[in-house]
């Protein structure tokens, strides 16, 4: 089984739909993100949080919310989609060591198509 | 503005000849980096890392050189094989940013048999 697991695999909603994109762990990492991806833009951060009570923007978090429901849940949601959210999205966790970065393990991705 | 870069969008290389990819960045607070490769359909995984104290850094067929003082790191695979096939991205941390990263836009790699 996977170690992190989204769901869904592929969304088509519509301009104006709330939208949830969930995200699970087995990993036991504390720390968790919300990173989406452009076609020539790489990974952006959304939200990320490093545990339960602790939850912090990234890059581009308009238009975007999250709960963190326990250590290994993380869920996405939009609560007005827009078109220009039309993107790969992706969930990562990591072990957490202090201040330093340390090696993030990404799920699948869930494909969101907004019309 | 982007702090890292991978200037070049695509790379093709001979099975068995060596591919560098190649990334920048200007953030000089940056003291950790990461490569991930992403294959279709699926989510990035980790490759290999570097810490700025550090110029070099193994792990078999893949070599990280870090040149602190030009912001230029680079990724080298001997020998390439077509599994190598798919997207690399470099990533970037800095010191006491919670493990925050900051990717470049991706390399595609095409290994030709």
């Known amino acids: 089984d996977a170690d992190v697991t989204q769901t869904p695999r592929n969304r088509i909603t519509k301009t104006g739909k709330r939208i949830m994109l969930e995200c699970s762990q087995t990993k036991g990492h504390d720390r968790m993100y919300w990173y989406r991806q452009d076609p020539g833009l790489g990974l952006q951060l959304i939200y990320y949080?490093?545990?339960?009570?602790?939850?912090n923007k990234g890059e581009i978090s308009d238009g975007y919310s999250v709960s963190r429901q326990a250590q290994a849940k993380f869920s996405l949601s939009l609560e007005s989609a827009i078109p220009n959210q039309t993107a790969l999205y992706f969930c990562?966790?990591?072990?957490?060591?202090?201040?330093?970065?340390?090696?993030?393990?990404f799920g699948p991705g869930t494909r969101l198509t907004v019309l | 503005d982007q702090q890292v870069k991978q200037n070049s969008p695509s790379l093709s290389v001979q099975e068995g000849r060596i591919s560098i990819l190649n990334c920048d960045y200007t953030?000089?607070?940056?003291?950790?980096f990461l490569w991930y490769k992403k294959y279709p359909a699926e989510g990035p995984t980790f490759l290999i890392s570097?810490?700025?104290?550090?110029d070099k850094n193994e792990d078999g067929r893949f070599t990280v050189f870090l040149n602190k003082s030009a912001k230029h790191l680079s990724l080298h695979i001997v020998p390439s094989q077509p599994g190598d096939s798919a997207v690399y991205f470099c990533?970037?941390?800095?010191?006491?940013?919670?493990?925050?990263?900051?990717f470049g836009e991706g390399t595609q790699l095409t290994v030709n048999p």
């Open positions: 953030n000089s607070m940056f003291d950790y």
């Open positions: 949080s490093f545990d339960v009570k602790d939850i």
């Open positions: 990562a966790t990591s072990v957490g060591t202090g201040g330093r970065a340390d090696t993030q393990y």
């Open positions: 990533a970037a941390s800095a010191m006491f940013s919670g493990s925050r990263l900051t």
């Open positions: 570097i810490s700025s104290i550090k």
